[in-house]
């Protein structure tokens, strides 16, 4: 079955730090792979789209990696900030066409 | 650009009873929209698909009889709650695509409390 994968663990890291989230997937050939935001009681914000003939893509602090042999991506946020605590989502196109999405990471950034 | 708000925001309501939840977007045309629920920390399940002008498309286990999906016109979709269940109690977002690019923009959410 296909499935996506992120740590279910809140990662905690202190301001000015690099907070790195990872994704992993199964059974998923995908021609791209996106990222959101989630705050509490929101809708999902679409941060980054990578296509799979890039290696890795920037906007501002935010940088994502994609591995299709690994069948990984990772997220950074470089230089955090408490506006950045969030739940991060990882999401896929699947076969059909649908967006699927990873249960989300939250990131906690203390002062 | 690409602004999608729901209303109401939030709603509480009697067991027995329907709920209408309005998704437009704002700045673009939706030629897609879609309808999700999401449970207190997990993943958004998509729920159904519509497209403007045509009926829509239920995911797996989702009731279309129960979850009336309306996509009358490029900016406006509406999902109603029909003979709510405190089961039924979620967090319901919608988003929407313009067909031409592969990202969804999202609404701010529902929540929805049956009682």
């Known amino acids: 079955s296909q499935k996506i994968e992120q740590n279910s663990e809140a990662l905690n890291i202190q301001e000015g730090k690099t907070a790195t989230l990872t994704c992993n997937y199964t059974?998923?050939?995908?021609?791209?792979l996106q990222w959101y935001r989630q705050d509490p009681g929101r809708g999902p914000v679409f941060l980054l789209l990578?296509?799979?003939?890039?290696k890795e893509k920037r906007k501002e602090r935010l940088k994502v990696t994609f591995d299709t042999t690994l069948k990984q991506s990772l997220f950074h946020i470089t230089a955090s900030q408490p506006a950045d605590s969030a739940t991060y989502l990882c999401?896929?196109?699947?076969?059909?066409?649908?967006?699927?999405f990873g249960a989300g990471t939250q990131v906690v950034v203390t002062p | 650009g690409a602004v999608v708000s729901q209303h109401p925001s939030w709603v509480i309501c009697k067991s027995g009873t329907s709920v209408k939840i309005e998704c437009r977007s704002l700045?673009?045309?939706?030629?897609?929209m879609f309808w999700y629920r999401q449970f207190p920390k997990q993943s958004l399940m998509l729920m159904a698909t519509?497209?403007?002008?045509?009926?829509?498309?239920?995911e797996q286990g989702v009731e279309k009889d129960k979850f009336l999906i309306n996509h009358a016109s490029l900016t406006l979709s509406t999902l109603t709650v029909t003979s709510a269940h405190p089961e039924d109690s979620s967090f319901y977002i919608c988003?929407?695509?313009?067909?031409?690019?592969?990202?969804?923009?999202f609404g701010p959410g529902t929540r929805l409390l049956v009682l």
């Open positions: 988003s929407a695509s313009s067909g031409r690019e592969e990202t969804q923009y």
């Open positions: 059974n998923y050939s995908p021609a791209y």
């Open positions: 990578i296509r799979e003939n890039e």
């Open positions: 999401a896929l196109t699947d076969s059909w066409g649908k967006l699927q």
């Open positions: 700045d673009f045309q939706a030629t897609t």
């Open positions: 519509s497209n403007e002008g045509s009926k829509a498309t239920y």
